[in-house]
């Protein structure tokens, strides 16, 4: 698990570097930005439920096959992702307004990612069983942050859905300066909550393989939110300079 944690870890920040120097995972805004045309392209409702329900499963399995034999932790941690997903495909499925599509290769490196991670997660404090509690218990702390992350990711991801309605008469469903909740301050707003609900799952965990993949996770979205940003300011000559990538006033 040691040597998982640091592979993960590694892999993630590197992706992060790559959306930084402009080489993207094809889905969203860059679904087809220097994509190979012979490329296999999918739906994006398609490709994003593909992205996520792997990763639902394992929860929803582990929780399954060990709810009667582990502990809170295990239990907290196995709930909270396949919570998370779920909620995900619940947003694919009703939420999400697309214009665009995804590649196929893009699809199944983020899909194999989401779910190995969460494996590894669930595998980790399976291991953990019988183990004492760490002297400073913060899993219900983690609770906490975990709710805050999941119900702003879901407002925020609502208020880019309501930008892309369709308007009577006609079809307007490209993209917009989103407005509203924390997007006056940070463009990548979602990308913030999505961070706090791991944040959360690694101090639910407080072991090292969840911690390893939040700090990547949050490389990876690092990366992104820069390359959004960027995007923005070269579609929108109005998009306001003060709004910052991810991190208010900071980043």
Same mark, same amino acid.
């Given at each position: ?7 993960? #870890? ?7 570097? =790559? ?10 805004? &860059? ?5 190979? =045309? ?35 932790? *295990? ?9 998370? &997903? &779920? ?29 190995? +991670? ?6 980790? /404090?399976?291991?953990? /069983? ?18 805050? !992350? ?7 991801? +609502? ?28 463009? +990548?707003?979602?990308? *913030? ?9 690694? #101090?639910?965990? /407080? ?5 390893? &993949?939040?700090? !990547?996770?949050? +490389? ?32």
């Amino acid at each position: 698990m040691s040597t998982m944690s640091v592979i993960t #870890l590694i892999a993630l920040a590197n992706l992060g570097f =790559s959306e930084l120097r402009g080489k993207h995972l094809h889905y969203s805004k &860059f679904w087809n930005v220097g994509s190979d =045309s012979k490329a296999v392209k999918l739906s994006s409702r398609t490709g994003m439920l593909i992205l996520y329900t792997p990763a639902f499963v394992a929860g929803a399995v582990s929780l399954w096959l060990c709810f009667d034999t582990h502990d809170l932790r *295990f239990l907290l941690v196995s709930s909270a992702l396949a919570f998370h &997903f &779920f909620k995900r495909d619940i947003e694919v499925l009703f939420v999400h307004k697309y214009s665009g599509g995804m590649v196929l290769d893009s699809t199944i490196l983020i899909s194999l990612t989401y779910f190995f +991670c969460s494996v590894n997660m669930i595998y980790n /404090q399976h291991l953990l /069983q019988g183990v004492p509690d760490p002297e400073i218990d913060l899993k219900f702390i983690g609770v906490a942050l975990f709710l805050v !992350g999941i119900v702003g990711s879901f407002y925020h991801h +609502c208020i880019l859905s309501n930008l892309r309605k369709e308007k009577s008469g006609g079809s307007d469903k490209g993209y917009k300066i989103p407005k509203g909740g924390l997007f006056g301050a940070v463009v +990548c707003a979602h990308y *913030f909550f999505e961070i706090l609900t791991f944040i959360g799952i690694s #101090l639910m965990a /407080q072991s090292l393989y969840p911690i390893c &993949f939040a700090i !990547g996770d949050t +490389c990876y979205l690092i990366g992104r939110s820069y390359a959004t940003r960027k995007w923005y300011l070269s579609k929108f000559p109005n998009f306001p300079k003060h709004v910052k990538a991810l991190i208010p006033f900071v980043f």
